[in-house]
């Protein structure tokens, strides 16, 4: 019998929130649902879900439609649906503290913060579970960093925001089909 993925990628559902730091996690997914040849067509668990395969495992991108804050209810309902062990999730978020064209898969942790991360946390009542951060670095100055991950990209950064998604989808890949140490081993760090 396949094996069964779920990528969750936090973001806030909206067009408004569509180019915004805090939603690189939907914008990773929309980069696998194009390679996976899937697509978001329904709603589940207050889910956006696509499913596809790779390798041959079923993988299912899911985007939260609950607003970053309480994404924890969707990728707890989605874990309990598809019966999904932990070492089957892998969830995507938007991280402060690494800088632009960085990302990190981590084995486990604490939410940094990140209060996507924290919903998700409360509601498996655990911390032991895969996550890809994607470098969106600090804000300037003084700015309130709530404000700053509202902010949409510039410009200037879409450019290395496309090269860190694609870094981060092969590096989705490679956790797929050669498990979370080989895909941390590769791609951790600064996109290639």
Not at 29 to 58: H, I, M
Not at 174 to 181: P, Q, R, T, Y
Request: hydrophobic share 40%; aromatic share 8%; charged share 25%.
């Amino acid at each position: 019998m396949a094996e069964t993925f779920l990528i969750a990628g936090l973001g806030n559902p909206g067009r408004q929130y569509r180019e915004n730091r805090h939603n690189v996690g939907f914008m990773l997914l929309d980069r696998l649902a194009v390679k996976l040849d899937a697509r978001f067509t329904r709603l589940q668990s207050r889910a956006l879900v696509a499913s596809g395969n790779y390798e041959g495992s079923k993988v299912i991108l899911a985007k939260p439609q609950t607003f970053m804050n309480l994404s924890g209810q969707s990728v707890q309902g989605l874990m309990r649906f598809y019966k999904l062990p932990i070492e089957k999730l892998l969830v995507v978020h938007d991280h402060l503290d690494l800088p632009p064209g960085t990302i990190r898969i981590r084995p486990d942790g604490g939410a940094g913060g990140q209060r996507g991360m924290e919903s998700i946390l409360e509601r498996l009542g655990r911390d032991d579970f895969a996550r890809l951060r994607i470098g969106i670095g600090r804000p300037p100055g003084r700015m309130d960093p709530a404000d700053y991950v509202l902010q949409n990209f510039s410009q200037a950064d879409m450019t290395i925001l496309s090269e860190t998604l694609n870094w981060a989808a092969e590096a989705v890949l490679a956790w797929i089909k050669d498990g979370l140490e080989a895909a941390m081993n590769r791609f951790n760090g600064v996109v290639e």
